[in-house]
């Protein structure tokens, strides 16, 4: 009966993932659009701007490392289609200041012209049990991670709601659906973005606005290789049971999300993980406990 049941559910995930392109809205043309990527100086973010790009796409990288935004800008620019295609960089910490991201929005708005589409890539990974983290760690992954994509998004609804088009993602993680040991600051923070995503959603469909929220797995960028540096045993048991996937791989399917709307596939499987990761968790306690019972005995 339970095989049956798991049989019927998988079944009726790939139907919707398969039909889900059939009930879509008409699927946004990237020649001669205005994609705007912040977070867009390296990783999935900078890959993202060149698959844009490769379709025809105009670009604003929005990121805070002046020379890593000139770099991506030249990668970029060696995958244009046209003569006519321009990469704008502008450097600003999107998590800080709205009023100073609505301007330099609005700078590049006046140079590339409005947004057809907002991807919030920007966001950063701290590890660690919750008791060790520090409070202010809580705080800065809420501030870059959540309100870094609500500032650029906030700056560029009104506009698309007036031109009856856009898209607006947001690239949250695996970590956004489920949560997982030692990510209790990154994990709320990605979790946060769904909320806001589902919630914007309902507000800006009437306008034929679209909002989509992509859900990563662990993938081979600085971001990464930096976030491994803190993990906890259990985090990094719990990442070896995945595969990493490469950032040009990621970027493709997060834009074809988004400019034909269809439901993530990321999403649809993300559940079929947390058994195993409960079992890891409960695994690494109970060889520790045995530790300590072992060194008191010595």
Do not use: W
């Not at 705007?36 to 490769?54: D, F, L, M, Q, R």
């Not at 030692?182 to 800006?204: I, N, P």
């Not at 662990?218 to 803190?230: Q, R, V, W, Y």
Request: glycine residues 6%; aromatic residues 8%; hydrophobic residues 45%.
């Amino acid at each position: 009966m339970l095989l049956l049941a798991a049989a019927f559910l998988v079944a009726f995930v790939l139907l919707l993932y398969m039909v889900s392109p059939l009930i879509s809205p008409k699927p946004l043309a990237l020649p001669g659009a205005h994609v705007v990527v912040t977070g867009g100086s390296s990783g999935i973010g900078k890959c993202i701007a060149i698959e844009c790009y490769k379709q025809g796409a105009f670009i604003t990288l929005v990121a805070r490392n002046e020379d890593r935004l000139l770099q991506a800008k030249k990668e970029i620019e060696k995958h244009s289609v046209n003569d006519k295609q321009v990469v704008l960089c502008i450097s600003v910490d999107v998590s800080q200041d709205y009023n100073q991201v609505e301007n330099v929005i609005k700078q590049a708005q006046e140079k590339l012209g409005p947004v057809d589409m907002l991807v919030n890539c920007a966001g950063m990974s701290l590890s660690g049990k919750f008791e060790d983290l520090e409070v202010s760690t809580f705080e800065r992954l809420m501030s870059v991670n959540y309100l870094g994509s609500v500032y650029p998004s906030r700056a560029v609804i009104t506009t698309m709601k007036e031109r009856r088009v856009g898209r607006v993602v947001f690239v949250s993680s695996q970590a956004g659906q489920l949560g997982l040991f030692g990510f209790t600051a990154y994990s709320a923070s990605k979790f946060a973005l769904r909320g806001l995503a589902e919630a914007l959603q309902m507000e800006v469909k009437p306008y034929n606005v679209y909002v989509t929220v992509a859900y990563p797995p662990d993938t081979d960028t600085p971001g990464f290789a930096e976030e491994n540096k803190t993990k906890p045993l259990e985090t990094r048991l719990i990442s070896e049971t995945t595969s990493v996937c490469k950032p040009e791989q990621v970027a493709k399917q997060i834009v074809k999300d988004a400019i034909v709307v269809t439901m993530g596939l990321f999403r649809t499987i993300a559940l079929f993980y947390l058994g195993s990761f409960d079992s890891i968790v409960r695994r690494c306690m109970m060889q520790r406990a045995k530790s300590e019972i072992a060194d008191k005995t010595a």
